[in-house]
């Protein structure tokens, strides 16, 4: 008690007349985040376009149609069509999942660089506020930027190939039914959100690395997990780290997210020398959906002890940053 | 309270000292000109006082740790480090907004003041802008934050001299009050000289001078010596010696002023002159 009334007989000592306006640091830090990593949400929209651009495309490249209405065949579009929903998630998906890593390797890196820390630093912005904002953009306003633009895109999809169908006098009824679009929301958004908690700590990772390299990040964020992993191999003979991080990467998340016995590792096959794409994909991983599982994956709890880890070192280590 | 107070401070890089043990104090309401040669621990003095480096000894600014307690004393405390830390990416509205939004002490409309009588576009990335532009976008910034201490390392560095002049001009008369401490370091140093309340000299991470300007202006004496007094004044032992136009002239410490008024004209040296004549001696004659 004593000290709050002594602060504030201090403040009203130094009089200042100006009522200290009301600021959020952490929602500026974002919009900052998106202002100068315009990729964020360049790159998904740019992916979701060449995607209508291809669905435009195929939709008249129907086999042997010169009369390319007239021909349409209303069961293979609806394929084709569903097939493209799920190709838009999974490409947007990739390609954030690129952006963001790239995002991460920046995002600590190129203000020491550029020298601006120096004008960050010289603002009432705490490095918690700082780092957390950043993580928060690479696991959570990314992949909601992703969610937006894939539905967006699969609900442009949907109305080009319901106008598609109505001009080639078809019923397009087959399209809108709820179910599988539902579903197939669903299992984006919830694929979104464990993906999020699964790779925090690569984010974490990539975000302290950023933070500590003094050149080439991407370099040193590969370098050091490679020459950890051989260093086990060698010295222990052993591969844990090397089997962790494998599983973490390549499949893991769909063990932990979903509860299905075998997951086909590339949701593209080939079929019949054509691209085509699991067509009850959706209801199939929708019945899949298992929140427990998830939660009671250990993994999961380790992840984000990690990654907690990682951050609170990133902290501590943004106070002694210099620019390069 | 003192704005600022450090004892003991002390930064090393490996085996070199960039500051060795400095002691000051900078009371509230001064404006103190920083000066040095390059390399003498300015910036990196500066940069102990914002919280942008550890240190060694003791250093409270508005009685804060400035290290540890960095964002909370950038409420009080704003700076111009450099002028080319703005990042270059940000457009100008964009810059205006994110301090608005994270500052509690800027007065946008006192921003846009500043701006407005720049040929500045609210619309411009900072890559775009003019060198002297950048200075201006970024002293806009600064100048609308109602801060309790202001520091400004080169602060009017690439900006042309009319804009300098009117730089300072408003330095004194808008934003300067008896509630607020400057410390301003330029190699400009004869443009600062009549804002100045105090000046401190660093040399080699050593304070080798500290004093207020009306001491400065009692105790440094120049003389510009008639050629037959030249020996005479040697005699009473000169800080300095120089030669311009032919003619001596020789800078005193707390010299008896009629008594060299019978030597020659009697001036007060300008600070230049007083650093050349304590640093520049010590760097060899070759400077």
């Known amino acids: 008690m004593n000290a709050i009334t002594q602060n504030e007989t201090q403040e009203d000592n130094v009089a200042m007349p100006v009522s200290l306006a009301r600021t959020r640091p952490f929602y500026w830090s974002v919009r900052r985040e998106l202002w100068e990593h315009r990729a964020l949400w360049m790159a998904p929209l740019v992916a979701a376009g060449l995607i209508l651009l291809s669905f435009i495309i195929s939709s008249f490249h129907v086999p042997g149609g010169a009369h390319l209405l007239a021909t349409i065949d209303e069961a293979q579009l609806r394929e084709t069509a569903n097939g493209f929903y799920a190709a838009v998630g999974v490409v947007i998906a990739l390609t954030m999942i690129v952006v963001v890593w790239f995002y991460c390797l920046d995002s600590l890196f190129s203000e020491r660089r550029d020298r601006s820390i120096l004008f960050w630093k010289s603002l009432p912005v705490s490095d918690v506020t700082t780092v957390t904002s950043k993580l928060f953009v690479a696991s959570a306003v990314a992949p909601s930027i992703s969610f937006a633009i894939v539905v967006a895109t699969q609900l442009v999809i949907l109305l080009i190939a319901t106008a598609v169908i109505v001009f080639a006098g078809g019923s397009p009824g087959a399209l809108w039914s709820p179910g599988p679009l539902l579903q197939m929301t669903l299992v984006l958004l919830y694929s979104l959100l464990a993906q999020a908690i699964w790779l925090a700590p690569f984010l974490a990772w990539l975000i302290f690395v950023s933070a500590w390299a003094r050149r080439s990040p991407a370099l040193w964020a590969g370098l050091v997990p490679a020459a950890a992993c051989l260093f086990e191999r060698i010295a222990l003979g052993t591969t844990y780290l090397l089997t962790a991080l494998q599983g973490r990467l390549v499949e893991g998340l769909a063990h932990a997210a979903f509860a299905m016995p075998a997951l086909p590792a590339e949701p593209i096959a080939r079929r019949d020398g054509e691209f085509s794409l699991h067509f009850g994909m959706p209801g199939r991983m929708f019945e899949a959906i298992d929140v427990v599982r998830f939660l009671s994956t250990p993994e999961v709890w380790v992840g984000l002890a990690i990654a907690a880890a990682l951050t609170a070192a990133t902290v501590w280590m943004r106070r002694y940053r210099e620019p390069l | ?287």
């Open chain 2, 1 to 287: 309270m003192a704005a600022i107070e450090a004892r003991g401070l002390r930064k090393s890089f490996g085996k070199s000292v960039a500051l060795d043990g400095v002691d000051f104090k900078i009371e509230e309401g001064r404006i103190v000109g920083l000066i040095g040669p390059n390399g003498a621990g300015k910036t990196t003095a500066l940069k102990a006082v914002l919280g942008l480096t550890p240190f060694e000894g003791e250093l409270k600014v508005l009685g804060r740790n400035p290290h540890l307690d960095r964002h909370r004393l950038m409420q009080e405390v704003c700076f111009i480090a450099d002028v080319a830390v703005l990042p270059r990416w940000i457009r100008v509205s964009q810059a205006v907004d994110y301090v608005a939004g994270v500052h509690p002490r800027f007065d946008r409309t006192k921003a846009e003041a500043f701006l407005a009588r720049t040929s500045i576009k609210r619309t411009s990335r900072v890559r775009e802008l003019s060198k002297g532009m950048l200075t201006q976008l970024h002293l806009a910034l600064v100048m609308a934050i109602d801060a309790r201490l202001l520091v400004l390392d080169e602060p009017t560095l690439g900006l042309d001299l009319l804009y300098r002049k009117q730089f300072y001009d408003s330095l004194l008369n808008d934003y300067f009050d008896h509630s607020r401490t400057i410390v301003i370091t330029t190699h400009q140093v004869e443009e600062i000289q009549h804002v100045l309340t105090d000046v401190m000299f660093l040399d080699k991470g050593r304070l080798v001078l500290d004093c207020s300007m009306e001491d400065f202006e009692t105790r440094y004496v120049e003389v510009m010596v008639h050629p037959e007094n030249v020996a005479a004044a040697r005699a009473l032992a000169p800080m300095h010696e120089r030669q311009v136009f032919g003619r001596s002239i020789f800078l005193f410490d707390r010299a008896d002023r009629g008594q060299l008024a019978a030597l020659g004209e009697v001036r007060t040296p300008s600070i230049a002159d007083l650093f050349v004549a304590m640093i520049g001696g010590s760097q060899g004659a070759a400077a």
